[in-house]
């Protein structure tokens, strides 16, 4: 089913996305595999656009489907989970950078895995994060970005965290669709996470050392 929730994502046949994803859910398929072809579909119209088969509206409309099947599958994955507080998340999108989906199903998978999270949104300035730093404590900051132009703004947000004398108080884990291990020492981050669920890991064990 997976394959043709992908095919009606790619088209655009929001009806039918939905629709699939409901049937899916009452058919018990596993939220995560789910949320995998969704992304895989966002990263076909992502190829098309880069290759000038789509459009702005096109990424936009891709983006609104994933909202919505975010808000469908989320509740699943929340029944799933025993909630426990464990640690505070600093989070937000670089400066420059406007994407969120994806970091709010990070936002979303910390919470119901039982983190404190502070979300600061998208296009953070480096000074915001040092500020809040100061004042929320956080023992983990996930910088997220999506543009190849804004890694420059990740490390200039590590910087300066590091320039505010801050670095070693906090973990710092990066990631987003374009971002890569690659990208860890050239921003001077702790380690990378490929998705939501890398970011609950990653947290734990910096954490609670599991
Ligand atoms: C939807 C979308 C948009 C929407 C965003 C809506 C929104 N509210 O976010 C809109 C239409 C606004 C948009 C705008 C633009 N976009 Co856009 N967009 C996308 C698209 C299709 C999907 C992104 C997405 O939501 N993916 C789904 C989520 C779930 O995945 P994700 O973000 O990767 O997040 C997961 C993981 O990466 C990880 N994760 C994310 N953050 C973090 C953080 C931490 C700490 C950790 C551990 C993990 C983690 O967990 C998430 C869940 O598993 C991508 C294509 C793609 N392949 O990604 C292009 C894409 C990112 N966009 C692109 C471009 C070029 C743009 C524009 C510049 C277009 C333009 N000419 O205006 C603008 C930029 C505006 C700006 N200043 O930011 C390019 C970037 C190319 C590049 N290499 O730089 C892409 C790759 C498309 C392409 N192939 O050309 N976009």
Known sequence: MSEELIRAFVDMQE????????EMLGQDVDPQEILAASRQALEAIGQRFESGEAFLPELIMGGEIMDQVSKLVKPRLQQEIAVKRRGKVLIGTVAGDIHDIGKDLVVFM???????????????PAEAFVEKIKEFEPHVVGL????????????????????????????????????DELLVDYTGADAYGADAMAAVELSKKWIEGV
């Open 110 to 124: 910390l919470d119901v895995n039982g983190f404190e999270v502070c979300d600061l949104g998208v296009d953070v």
């Open 15 to 22: 009806q039918d996305v939905l629709r699939i994803v409901k």
């Open 144 to 179: 997220s970005a999506l543009l190849t132009t804004t890694f420059e703004s990740m490390k200039t947000t590590i910087d300066t965290i590091r320039e505010a004398g801050l670095r070693d108080r906090v973990k710092i884990a990066i990631g987003g669709g374009t971002i």
